[in-house]
Every structure is written in structure tokens, then in C-alpha cells.
């Protein structure tokens, strides 16, 4: 017997709490953080390579480039950018949820309780990361955020 989305959608009860978003964000934050970290240090040693800097100190080297090559920096930011989008929306895009609903076993449907198109996932995140500042005010109250309302989904627990 599989479990009745429909029933579940129109449960307020069953719809994620703040606290559920908040903690699959926080494991969002992490996984990308360590992703994050790792393309910095590698694209910071692309740049010791290939920068011109007389410098091998932190300090030195970070304000020679700052003052005589900011288009490596530029570079650097790009690519870093790159990732965080690549990592995350692709992530979203090929599970059908971020790594940090995996983990706290969150699902995403739409509003005839089917698991959402491509396009559906993408604009949520891209959404989500827009109008964060009206997610905090749904925070407290069992509602769906303005995001989930635009695209039409929801998010059960």
C-alpha cells in the first residue's frame, strides 16, 4: 500500500514545519560549504601558479592581486559562483530535492500530488533564494511559502 500525497498535501499537519526547512537548510549550507571550500583551495592555488605576485604570504599576496591583477580575482569569483550553482541546482535538478531534504526526509509534489517537473524544482530554488526574506515570515506559521505558492508545490514531510 503506498502513502495517500493527496491526503497529505491538504493536511496542514503533514505540510514541513520552519524547523524541518531550517535544519534541511543548515545541511544545505554544509554540503555546499565543503564543496565551496575545496574549489577555493583549488582555484587559490591556481591562482599562487598563475599570478605574478612577489608575494607568499596571505596578506601580500591577497593585496598584490587586489591592487595588480583583480581580473584574477574576478576569475576566481566566477568560478566560484560556477559552482555554487552548478553544485546546487544540479544537485536539485537530477534528485528531484537539495541534499539536505534527502537527510531529513523531506519530499517535494505538486499540486495534484506528482513529484514536479524539472522546471518546477528549478524555479523553487531560484525562487527560494530571492524571496528569502518573506520565507522568515512564514516561518512560524504553518503556511507555504510565497516560493511553493508560486510554483506550485509543496513540501511534506
Excluded at 77 to 101: N, Q, T
Aim: proline share 3%; hydrophobic share 50%; no cysteine.
Amino acid at each position: 500500500m503506498g502513502i495517500d500525497w493527496k491526503a497529505r498535501l491538504l493536511n496542514k499537519d503533514e505540510l514541513a514545519s520552519g524547523w524541518y526547512r531550517i535544519l534541511a537548510g543548515f545541511y544545505d549550507f554544509l554540503f555546499l560549504s565543503v564543496v565551496l571550500l575545496l574549489a577555493s583551495a583549488g582555484t587559490t592555488s591556481w591562482l599562487m601558479v598563475i599570478s605574478e605576485s612577489p608575494h607568499y604570504d596571505a596578506e601580500g599576496f591577497s593585496r598584490y592581486l587586489y591592487q595588480n591583477e583583480f581580473h584574477l580575482l574576478l576569475i576566481n569569483w566566477g568560478i566560484l559562483a560556477v559552482v555554487f550553482i552548478v553544485v546546487h541546482f544540479l544537485y536539485v535538478f537530477r534528485a528531484g530535492r537539495s541534499f539536505g531534504m534527502m537527510i531529513v526526509d523531506l519530499h517535494v509534489y505538486n499540486e495534484e500530488a506528482e513529484k514536479p517537473s524539472r522546471l518546477q524544482l528549478l524555479s523553487r530554488e531560484f525562487l527560494k533564494y530571492i524571496l528569502f526574506p518573506f520565507v522568515i515570515i512564514t516561518f512560524f506559521k504553518k503556511e507555504r511559502p510565497l516560493y511553493e505558492r508560486i510554483t506550485k508545490t509543496y513540501l511534506v514531510k
